[in-house]
């Protein structure tokens, strides 16, 4: 069997994920991160270098490791300020034809029901040209920020299978592929005996 590579571009949606001060450099773009030109540019340059997708990373806090505060991360722009990932997989979904987008989102900081709506409507928007990095969050600022307290290690990923386990019956368990007939003569959008509540009551989430 022939075996493929794939290719990511790596980025954020900030000035800077790990290389601090290459804002700096006179041909550096990073400070036009706030611009929709900008993300439209990135997803242009990526399929025209073919490579498979754009990896969006994020988090939720603020590093602050060093030196046991958050000034030095904001001195530099380390991660911060960040804005959200997701629209920037809409904008360049837009500006491309082929090249997918994989975003990040953290398991403990959104709703499983909002969030698979959000990822269902990229998932449309971009023609299935959408990925998601499922990340368990390993910033304590980022569950102060959420008004939660850091799970431990352990229940986190719990935590996280279950989630999993509540998006999937929603993705794939609530409408069935023929729930939608679309019947112009009797006005019927769907069949709603195709459509089913997940019924999820877990340790964490009651879906219904
Ligand atoms: C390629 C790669 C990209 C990652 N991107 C993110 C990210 O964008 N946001 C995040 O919170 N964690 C990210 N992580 C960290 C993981 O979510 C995880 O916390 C880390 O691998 C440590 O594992 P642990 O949670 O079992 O300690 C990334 C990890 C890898 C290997």
């Avoid at 900081?109 to 390993?138: C, M, Q």
């Avoid at 069935?176 to 019947?183: M, P």
Wanted: glycine share 8%; hydrophobic share 40%; net charge negative.
């Amino acid at each position: 069997m022939k075996k493929e590579i794939s290719f990511n571009a790596f980025e954020m949606n900030c000035i800077s994920h790990l290389s601090p001060g290459l804002w700096r450099y006179p041909n550096d773009k990073a400070l036009c991160y706030k611009d929709m030109e900008y993300w439209q540019n990135i997803a242009r340059i990526a399929q025209k270098g073919l490579f498979d997708a754009v990896f969006i990373a994020d988090v939720l806090g603020i590093y602050e490791q060093y030196r046991g505060n958050d000034i030095s991360a904001l001195k530099t722009a380390l991660q911060v300020p960040v804005n959200d990932p997701l629209s920037l997989a809409v904008i360049g979904a837009g500006a491309s034809e082929h090249v997918g987008f994989g975003i990040t989102a953290g398991v403990p900081f959104e709703h499983p029901f909002a969030f698979a709506r959000r990822l269902s409507t990229l998932d449309h928007l971009s023609k299935g040209r959408i990925g998601w990095n499922i990340v368990t969050g390993y910033l304590p600022s980022a569950n102060r920020n959420m008004g939660s307290t850091e799970l431990p290690h352990d229940e986190r990923y719990e935590l996280a299978d279950e989630y999993m386990e509540v998006i999937y019956k929603l993705l794939e368990g609530s409408w069935e592929d023929d729930a939608v007939i679309l019947d112009k003569l009797t006005g019927d959008f769907a069949n709603p005996a195709k459509i089913h509540h997940i019924a999820h009551h877990g340790k964490y989430f009651d879906v219904p």
